[in-house]
């Protein structure tokens, strides 16, 4: 979770000179994909309109054609990761913000997304977070998605990170995972398992109040 949000917010913090109201509203309309209004935006997320401004001036930086397809959306990502190979993860996590599932990320996408992760309920977050795992969207996670997507963390982190990684410790995790989250044993954990679990562990619920003043 602190890996999406420091990566997607990274844009926010470079501050370009500020411009009238009608230079703003001009350049929304400038790219190929025109993103909603900035007032229908604002009514849509927890972002306020200067928020929204500055995310898209990020996001335009990035993509100027105001699209994000899922090889733009990996380069970007992998920047950060420079010593791992964050393309598994990168391909998850694109998935999880393409909620229309048409292979790319609008700028609607993004803010709708990161509204959440940054500015929703704990019920919201951990919706997206399940939603993320949910790798088939078959509404359940099972032992094969969450093998898959703590394999990717661990790729993502690098050799460097953890120098004695075994090839088991993936597993472990998976296993300790299940035994958290799947109360009734049933080999698949729902989403209702899922919040339950996570509201019971402390280090969840202390990763997801950092994430309440990163703008």
Known sequence: MGAVVGTLTMQTKQRRPSRDK???ELEMTTVCYRPEGLAQLEAQTNFSKQELQILYRGFKNECPSGVVN????????????????????????FNAFDTTNNGSIKFKDFVMG????????????????????????????????????????????????????????PQQHVDAFFRKMDKNKDGVVTLEEFII??????????????????M
Not at 73 to 89: T, V
Not at 197 to 206: G, I, L, R, V, Y
Request: glycine letters at 4%; charged letters at 25%.
């Open 22 to 24: 009608t230079d703003d």
């Open 70 to 93: 899922e090889e733009t959306f990996k380069h970007i990502y992998a920047q950060f990761f420079p010593h791992g190979d964050a393309s598994m993860y990168a391909h998850y996590l």
């Open 114 to 169: 990161l509204s959440i992760l940054l500015r929703g309920t704990l019920r919201e977050k951990l919706e997206w977070t399940f939603h993320l795992y949910d790798i088939n969207k078959d509404g359940y996670i099972n032992r094969e998605e969450m093998t898959e997507i703590v394999r990717a963390i661990y790729d993502m982190m690098g050799k460097f990170t953890y120098p004695a990684l075994k090839g088991d410790v």
């Open 197 to 214: 679990a996570c509201q019971e562990d402390e280090t969840m619920m202390s990763s997801m109040q950092l994430f309440e003043n990163v």
